[in-house]
T-cell receptor
Framework: GQQVMQIPQYQHVQEGEDFTTYCNSS?????IQWYKQRPGGHPVFLIQ?????EVKKQKRLTFQFGEAKKNSSLHITATQTTDVGTYFC?????????????FGGGTRVLVKP | DGGITQSPKYLFRKEGQNVTLSCEQNLNHDAMYWYRQDPGQGLRLIYY???????QKGDIAEGYSVSREKKESFPLTVTSAQKNPTAFYLC???????????FGSGTRLTVV
């Protein structure tokens, strides 16, 4: 079964509002990556988090790695229509996966203008 | 510009036929990956290769085959043994920065 869980699966946001999506694992992760896939497109790398409690910002996007390195979050402020897409977290350090990434199921973001 | 090129963008296959999806990269990356994505779903790993002339099965390798004869190329063959091949196929490569993948634009395969 899936070892990296993302919630929510769908996020409907009013333009201008903030939202947060979460990525959770039952095991300790070495690092976590976030990717964005626009509708009809391919995943594009956004950020990599490595340290416990790490916080990184990219304009209106704030990424956080949990203190226990078992979860991560992506917070988007003042959502715009350009934020539409699916956000995937991908983790290393999941024993069964070996030395490669395990992707979460994604959070699909729809923005209401 | 460096990148990954997947071709064709759209592919239609008759049942019982094998088809080969192309993936070429000029990023000088050692590792390459093939993922399958079904509508509204996440990415599932089919095969991966961390070095030329070597590759490993991923989570859903049955009905697929690959080769890695050159560093730049990692073609995926969808065989007739794959019972439900209609999907979006994504190729990715990984360079010096571990776990930072560069994806191609994908191939949409439809069985008709």
């Amino acid at each position: 079964g899936q070892q990296v869980m993302q919630i929510p699966q769908y996020q409907h946001v009013q333009e201008g509002e903030d939202f947060t999506t979460y990525c959770n694992s039952s095991t300790t992760l070495s690092n976590i990556q976030w990717y964005k896939q626009r509708p009809g497109g391919h995943p594009v790398f956004l950020i990599q988090l490595v340290k416990s409690g790490e916080v990184k910002k990219q304009k209106r996007l704030t990424f956080q790695f949990g203190e226990a390195k078992k979860n991560s979050s992506l917070h988007i402020t003042a959502t715009q229509t350009t934020d539409v897409g699916t956000y995937f977290c991908a983790a290393d350090g999941i024993k069964a996966a070996g030395n490669k990434l395990t992707f979460g199921g994604g959070t699909r973001v729809l923005v209401k203008p | 510009d460096g990148g990954i090129t997947q071709s064709p963008k759209y592919l239609f296959r008759k049942e019982g036929q094998n088809v080969t999806l192309s993936c070429e990269q000029n990023l000088n990356h050692d590792a390459m990956y093939w993922y399958r994505q079904d509508p509204g779903q996440g990415l599932r790993l089919i095969y991966y290769s961390q070095i030329v002339n070597d590759f490993q099965k991923g989570d859903i390798a049955e009905g697929y085959s690959v080769s890695r004869e050159k560093k730049e190329s990692f073609p995926l063959t969808v065989t007739s043994a794959q019972k439900n091949p209609t999907a979006f196929y994504l190729c990715a490569s990984e360079g010096d920065r571990a776990f930072v993948y560069t994806f191609g634009s994908g191939t949409r395969l439809t069985v008709v």
